[in-house]
T-cell receptor, first 116, second 114 residues
Framework: NAGVTQTPKFQVLKTGQSMTLQCAQD?????MYWYRQDPGMGLRLIYY???????DKGEVPNGYNVSRLNKREFSLRLESAAPSQTSVYFC???????????????FGAGSRLTVL | SQKIEQNSEALNIQEGKTATLTCNYT??????LQWYRQDPGRGPVFLLL?????KEKRKERLKVTFDTTLKQSLFHITASQPADSATYLC?????????????FGTGTRLQVTL
């Protein structure tokens, strides 16, 4: 069982370039999330998707877009990368998006992005 | 404003001792709180979940307490081992409409030495 798979693992971009981080889960989870992790800031939620066909902004959505392509896949796009977007990005999924449910997250291994 | 606070300084303890990590939160009323472990270069891994009506939860050498009056959770590792060295994150669920999301603390790095 692969769990949550993220690609690429590493990427270097120049300011203004665009790119898409891919995420796929094989656990039949409803909810999917994108976080970024920076030293001293912890994990901050960028966007999430409670179910297929829905997406919502998290704490730090500016400069990003997402697509919930189907139940398995949730991609994060940087349209015009900026040095402030240098970070480690984590995708995660959870079994339920219900308000009353307990969301236990399964994380991918992370994608390290550097914007020069 | 809402905050989840964990000690940003690393906790250094000797093998065999009990490690205690603290998670304090303000302006939340969480139905449950979670603890995750993160090793360098890897994603966080879920360890334990404790609900608001539970005072204590145990799993092998791990113990979590949850005091909704103090707005604090304590995470204990008994008989600690060098393999327990990692960063430990607490997380609280916050609800928005019909969706649900987890907000994380910044984590505390634990270093267990021989």
């Amino acid at each position: 069982n692969a769990g949550v798979t993220q690609t690429p693992k590493f990427q270097v971009l120049k300011t203004g370039q665009s790119m898409t981080l891919q995420c796929a889960q094989d656990m039949n989870h409803n909810s999917m999330y994108w976080y970024r992790q920076d030293p001293g800031m912890g994990l901050r939620l960028i966007y999430y998707s409670a179910s297929e066909g829905t997406t919502d902004k998290g704490e730090v959505p500016n400069g990003y877009n997402v697509s919930r392509l189907n139940k398995r896949e949730f991609s994060l796009r940087l349209e015009s990368a900026a040095p402030s977007q240098t970070s480690v990005y984590f995708c995660a999924s959870a079994r339920t998006g219900a308000v009353s449910g307990a969301n236990v997250l399964t994380f991918g291994a992370g994608s390290r992005l550097t914007v020069l | 404003s809402q905050k989840i606070e964990q000690n940003s300084e690393a906790l250094n303890i000797q093998e065999g001792k009990t490690a205690t990590l603290t998670c304090n939160y303000t302006n939340y009323s969480p139905a449950y709180l979670q603890w995750y472990r993160q090793d360098p270069g890897r994603g966080p891994v879920f360890l334990l979940l404790i609900r608001e009506n539970e005072k204590e939860k145990r799993k092998e050498r791990l113990k979590v307490t949850f005091d909704t009056t103090l707005k604090q959770s304590l995470f204990h590792i008994t008989a600690s081992q060098p393999a327990d060295s990692a960063t430990y994150l607490c997380a609280i669920r916050t609800n928005t409409g019909t969706a649900s999301k987890l907000t994380f603390g910044t984590g505390t790095r634990l270093q267990v030495t021989l």
